[in-house]
């Protein structure tokens, strides 16, 4: 089931939260800096062992002070216009999220912020369309996924994806 919620990532009780990192996974502004000060430095510290992130990839760390058992960062694409594979990229990151949830075996609720649409500039609409398509892909393999937006503006780019696609 994909539900569509507008609150704070960090309060919710979900296995993982996905993290819209930067690619040295140190934190960094919007969700990112957000998450990072709820889970506490030990994120930053754990994170530091990883030694970074591609855009597109994903990296798992536990999610210290956080509910969620889990924080998956990925790093979405900086929007510059279209023209340099960011659509792409963009699937890449929420595919990559998944793909690594379900390697870790016991991800059944993850829930998303909107990936590369604050600072990165990725159009919300079409950011959206992505999110959705590779939901719904994902749907049947978890209990929970949920699409957390910063706002009821934002949340309607899902609420219509998801009644397009019913």
Known sequence: MIEVLVCDITRLEVDAIVNAANTSLLGGGGVDGAIHRAAGPELR??????GGCPVGEARISPGFRLPAKYVIS???PVW???TRGESELLEKAYRSS???ALAQGDIRSIAFPAISTGAYGFP???AA???????REYE??????????YS????EHYRRELGAGS
């Open 124 to 126: 919300k609409d079409r």
């Open 74 to 76: 990925t790093v979405g």
């Open 140 to 149: 049947d393999r978890f209990d929970r996924i949920i699409a957390c937006c």
């Open 98 to 100: 998944f793909e690594l």
């Open 80 to 82: 510059h216009g279209g």
């Open 152 to 155: 009821e503006a934002d949340a």
């Open 45 to 50: 510290e754990y994170n530091r062992k990883l």
């Open 129 to 135: 369309e992505i999110a959705v398509r590779v939901m």
